[in-house]
């Protein structure tokens, strides 16, 4: 508990992870209300009312992204990795303690940008055709598919700063795990998109890239259609992560500090 109230103390005496975590929810909101506002529904639609509203989960993910990278590697950059390794000398301790105040912080912030996401969609995807009458379902925030989908987004968010940070961890260089994540959460998925693979692999890597399974969680119409339904998606995500930090972790206690 001492550990958990230590990172806690290091993040909210400075002032770049509470910017990062308020940028990402004005992002978030922001990206998603462009989506609303944009699309429009002609006689008929078959767009995802919830899904589409919170679009800007797929840009907020970056910043949660950076977060979780800059939580380990500003401390090796700076030196500081040293004065927490002999405050805490149990190392996945450490870890588990940045893991725990990271994933609080996320799921605080990305409840409430998807909240708003949500409320911002409820008002204006109306106004733009989506309605029975369309074919599209007008956007229900009690109906339990979609807080589903919130909710799955909120912890979607959470799992990608935990894979985040279990990569920074291994790495311990900000550019480097940054890039890392940045390829699998928007390369892989770009690849997918191009249609440039044997469509076999595109349908393994829809199924098993983090991103891809991931994001599943939040389809609310056509789930037999996906590659892979929500709930497994979220879990092939939280596996990327738990192997992220399982590798973070082995690596710290095995290589100097």
């Known amino acids: 508990m001492s550990a958990v109230h230590a990172e806690w103390t290091k993040l909210r005496t400075v002032p770049s992870p509470g910017l990062l975590l308020l940028t990402m929810i004005v992002v978030t909101v922001g990206f998603g209300l462009l989506e609303d506002v944009g699309q429009k529904c002609p006689t008929s639609c078959s767009y995802d009312s919830p899904k589409l509203s919170l ?37 996945l301790t450490a870890l588990a303690a940045k893991a725990v105040v990271l994933t609080g912080m996320v799921l605080a912030a990305g409840a409430f940008a998807a909240a708003w996401s949500l409320i911002a969609g409820r008002y204006i995807l109306p106004g733009n055709g989506f309605t029975g009458a369309h074919g599209s379902e007008v956007l229900s925030l009690s109906a339990g598919s979609t807080l589903r989908a919130a909710g799955g987004s909120v912890l979607y968010l959470a799992l990608i700063g935990l894979l985040s940070l279990g990569l920074a961890t291994a790495v311990r260089d900000s550019g480097a795990s940054i890039a890392l994540l940045i390829g699998l959460i928007y390369i892989v998925p770009l690849i997918v998109q191009l249609g440039v693979l044997d469509p076999r692999w595109e349908r393994h890597l829809e199924r098993w890239s983090p991103m891809n399974a991931g994001m599943a969680i939040q389809a609310t119409r056509d789930l037999n259609t996906l590659p892979i339904g929500p709930w497994p998606g979220l879990g092939v995500l939280a596996l990327w992560a738990a192997g992220a930090l399982l590798l ?10």
């Not at 993910?61 to 927490?84: C, D, K, N, P």
């Not at 973070?248 to 500090?257: F, K």
């Open 248 to 257: 973070g972790g082995l690596l710290l206690r095995l290589r100097d500090a």
């Open 55 to 91: 679009t800007g989960i797929l840009v907020g993910q970056a910043l949660v992204a950076v977060l979780a990278a800059l939580m380990v590697t500003s401390e090796y950059g700076s030196g500081m990795i040293r004065i927490t390794l002999t405050a805490v000398p149990r190392r």
